[in-house]
């Protein structure tokens, strides 16, 4: 079983930036889809960004709410997960959860649903 636990999180004024980070305890054979997601109270958990795990910058995807804002990445050794936030909004506030799945789909990789793993948050506040 894959274990996720993320760390970056804080407050930061409008304007600045935070750079999360998700360490996973090891990816199996099947993990293919790594994301990160983000909630805050009353609403539904949505996607922020993914990549395929191995797969480079250029398997990205993004939310259009953050596009050209945040940055998801992977170190070279490939358990460690990125989300490079700048431009941070008071809109982004929220607690931000990275996740893993076993399936890769660009039509529905920022859905929830995709993703069977699930780290315990991590809360960034953006003030104005």
């Known amino acids: 079983q894959v274990q996720l636990v993320e760390s970056g999180g804080g407050s930061v004024q409008a304007g600045g930036s935070l750079r999360l980070s998700c360490t996973a305890s090891?990816?199996?054979?099947?993990?293919?889809?790594l994301g990160w997601f983000r909630q805050v109270p009353g609403k539904e958990r949505e996607g922020v960004a993914a990549?395929?795990?191995?797969?480079?910058?250029?398997?990205?995807h993004y939310a259009h709410f953050v596009k050209g804002r945040f940055t998801i990445s992977q170190d070279d050794h490939k358990n460690i997960v990125y989300l490079q936030m700048n431009s941070l909004a008071v809109e982004d506030t929220a607690i931000y959860y990275c996740?893993?799945?076993?399936?890769?789909?660009?039509?529905?990789?920022?859905?929830?649903?995709?993703?069977?793993?699930w780290g315990q948050g991590t809360q960034v506040t953006v003030s104005s």
């Open positions: 996740a893993a799945g076993d399936f890769w789909d660009v039509r529905t990789v920022l859905e929830a649903y995709n993703y069977n793993t």
């Open positions: 990549i395929y795990n191995g797969g480079g910058r250029d398997s990205a």
């Open positions: 090891r990816y199996t054979a099947s993990t293919v889809t």
